[in-house]
């Protein structure tokens, strides 16, 4: 099964503030968030629109791959486009 985009935000400005921001990314640093499920369980990937950074990991829930957003980049239930199956 090919992996179906579930949730994404296409821009992302990565609060200042945040205190679990990966340090690789400056304040401010704009990114590309998408939730894709696998067809056993959920992969989150964040890419920086302007530079190098990339990150992926998988999830067992959708649930779990929301809250490490949260943590790492700060988007809420609300931020998140929905794009195809949940």
């Keep these: 099964m090919p992996s179906v985009v579930v949730k994404q935000i296409r821009a992302w400005q990565v609060p200042q503030n945040l205190p679990s921001r990966p340090t690789e990314l400056v304040p401010g640093a704009t ?6 499920f696998d067809g ?3 992969c989150f990937f964040a890419t920086e629109i302007d530079g190098d950074y990339t990150l992926s990991e998988w999830h067992p829930s959708l649930k779990a791959a929301e809250q ?3 943590e790492r980049f700060g988007p809420r239930s609300r931020d998140w ?6």
């Design 68 to 70: 490490s957003a949260a």
């Design 40 to 42: 056993h369980g959920y």
């Design 81 to 86: 486009e929905t794009m195809g199956m949940q």
């Design 31 to 36: 990114v590309r968030l998408a939730i894709e």
